[in-house]
């Protein structure tokens, strides 16, 4: 494999989790974006959105990402939530791989992160805001996704990783 795999999609939606599993079988290697941030910054994420705030995130994640797009090849790539929401980002991944969508239902992602404090943006929402943002983001994936895999609350990661990877 020479190309990179960004996997997008909502929070909560299994990025990580997936992309590892996909380069367990794929046998490359893993990147979280969101990990890399951390490491730059020397903050966690939610320290940075609350001491440096979200554009100053977002100018770090679109850095990130294209240091990993030059640097890395054959590799899995699980961007932030937002990361490939911006045309810009999206291109980028584009030139240097293939963007694949984990399309989970809004109500599993809400699940997974409602109470999860280390996700600011969810952690700061209400229920009917992360849904109007789900939607948004959503119609941006979808036109930015080379792939996009349907996952059930069913499905373990190595299920959909092998989906991704017959593809």
Known sequence: ?????????????GKSTVGRAL?????CPFIDLDSLIE???GMRITDIFQQKGETFFRSTEREVLREVSHAQRGSVIACGGGALVFEANARLARCFGKIVLLNVPFSLCYKRIHN??????ASSSSRKDLLRLYRLRYARYHDHADLVIPVLPHDTPEQIAERIRIR
């Not at 494999?1 to 939606?13: K, R, V």
């Not at 380069?23 to 046998?27: D, F, I, R």
């Not at 999860?116 to 943006?121: C, G, K, L, S």
């Open 1 to 13: 494999m020479t190309d990179n795999i960004y996997l997008c999609g909502f929070m909560g939606c």
């Open 23 to 27: 380069s367990e079988q794929l046998h």
């Open 39 to 41: 490491a730059k910054v």
């Open 116 to 121: 999860d404090p280390n996700r600011p943006i």
